[in-house]
């Protein structure tokens, strides 16, 4: 009996090659529609798949390939005799290959269509098909990737698809059309609104490699980077420049000071003010148009200013810590020109992240060939943040709340300049491993004490570089401590009040605030509690 392939592809790379090498292998080719006006049109014979099913296509295509007489012939297994005894009873041919790839859902998705218009893209009989074939993969050879072509032309050459290649082959179908499905799941749920949504029984993702990596954190790691296919995120909004392939750890921190941009442009830029708990406006300044610049050195920062210039922004984030920016990333809020780029080479950078850089600024960094740029066109602000653990994924809400309230509970408030750092700093907070103190001066972090394991250890790293920093610049002591969450004893307050803070923002929450409220209240300090904490584990 004649072997027989069904062929339905929306791709067509690579698919006449392998349709003319079917047929002059005596194969015959079903198929349906575009795939088969296509095929027709390059001299290659094709029967039709009504024919087969002896029903017209309708619903304006919705049916083509809906059918026993296709699906009788993909799933009748051949060494079942009983299987075979059916076809042959039903009329049924058997069907040898299938060689399918999906409606473009992925990118009509992300196209601005509407709902009705969108849902149309969602493929059925196609995925139908491809799952039919691949249970029945010991007898039917299923393709849903250009790229696998070739091999299977080579095997059929020398006479038979090894069993372990169609078992490939058939987990290739099932990892795609999960991946499908999950965009479709989303595309239903209206993934754009998760932040107010429970999460759901079943997490999904429809992501596709992006590109291997080199290597992982370490050497003897493998590692790839995948994107969301259903959406353009961050990392699908961006595109490097210039330098060596992005590493592992290089992504890591990428992700890390776009996110602090993003944070910094969404929760202070475009907010100005938060009622008090008992009513009145704090209003604070949002540096609107001011520049954001971050530096991270192991996925934590180690700098972080706002200026009237990338390039004074760049130098205040410098400042900060001159040792560790050695080898850091930075992201900047604001195009990067050829002032900034002059001073930025001057200090060893792995990758710079930017919504772009001037022709000025490319011509400065051609003499750093390594080093990596990378323009940023997306705002980060996916709904939820995932951790792997082992067997498992930790899924919860982005950390996107700067504050719940904004509570003095000390007899000393804030002043008024007091406010714009407290509102800065707590930005930066959100972003340094805990635990995470960051002392602030004139709207740059000069000292970042981060990823102790206790609170006052943390205090004291910060303020000791903060002190070191006023010092060296001839400058007043820093007034204002950020907290990335709450006090557990009044010893924190006691080393601030040794360094001349004068007001601390800190989420409260503990039960021994009050031991911290009353030492405040001795030492003359304004506290502010936000009710919101931000751990970064």
Known sequence: MKKRALISVFVKDGILDLAKFLVDSGWEILSTGGTAAYL??????????????????????????????????????????????????????????????????????????????????????????????????????????????????????????????????????????????????????????????????????????????????NGHQKAALYLTLDHKGAFGGMKQLQGKELSYNNIRDLDVAWKAVSAFNRLVKKASSIKDTEGNTVSFNSGENQVFTVALKHNTPCGAALGNSVLDSYKKTYDCDPVSIFGGIIGSSAVI??????????????????????????????????????????????????????????????????????????KARPEAGDIDEMAFGMTVAMFAKSNAIVVVKDRAAIGIGCGQTNRIWAASQALERAKNFTD??????????????????????????????????????????????????????????????????
């Open 337 to 410: 020109d050829g002032e900034a780029a002059s001073e930025m080479v001057k200090c060893f950078l792995e990758v710079i992240v930017a919504p772009d850089f001037t022709p000025e600024a490319l011509e400065v960094f051609k003499a750093k060939k390594n080093l990596r740029l990378v323009r940023a066109t997306v705002e980060a602000k996916e709904a939820f943040d995932t951790m792997s653990v082992d067997g498992g994924l930790l899924v919860q809400n982005r950390d996107n709340k700067l504050f719940e309230k904004w509570e003095v509970v000390t």
């Open 40 to 217: 027709t049109s390059n001299g290659i014979p094709v029967t039709d798949v009504s024919s087969v099913t002896n029903f017209p296509e309708c619903l304006d295509g919705r049916v083509k390939t809906l059918h026993p007489a296709i699906h009788g012939g993909l799933l009748a297994i051949r060494d079942n005799k009983e299987h075979m005894e059916t076809l042959k009873k039903l009329g049924i041919q058997p069907i040898d290959l299938v060689c399918v790839n999906l409606y473009p859902f992925f990118e009509k998705v992300q196209a601005g269509l509407s709902f009705p218009e969108t849902v149309e893209f969602i493929d059925i009989g196609g995925p139908t098909m491809l799952r039919a074939a691949a249970k029945n993969y010991q007898d039917v050879i299923v393709l849903t990737d250009p790229e696998d072509y070739s091999g299977i032309i080579s095997s059929l050459k020398e006479g038979s698809v090894p069993l372990e290649v169609k078992r490939n082959l058939a987990g290739k179908v099932f990892n795609l059309t999960s991946a499908y499905d999950a965009a479709v799941s989303r595309f239903f749920l209206g993934h754009e609104n998760q932040e107010e949504n429970d999460l759901q029984k079943f997490y999904t993702l429809p992501l596709g490699k992006e590109q291997e990596l080199r290597y992982g954190e």
């Open 472 to 537: 060296k610049n001839g400058l007043t002591p820093a007034r204002v401590l950020i907290s990335d969450a709450f006090f557990p004893f009044s010893d924190c307050v006691e080393e601030a009040a040794k360094y001349g803070i004068k007001t601390i923002i800190q989420p409260g929450g503990s039960i021994r605030d009050q031991e911290s409220i009353d030492k405040a209240d001795e030492l003359g300090i304004a506290m502010v509690f936000t009710g919101t904490r931000h751990f970064k584990h």
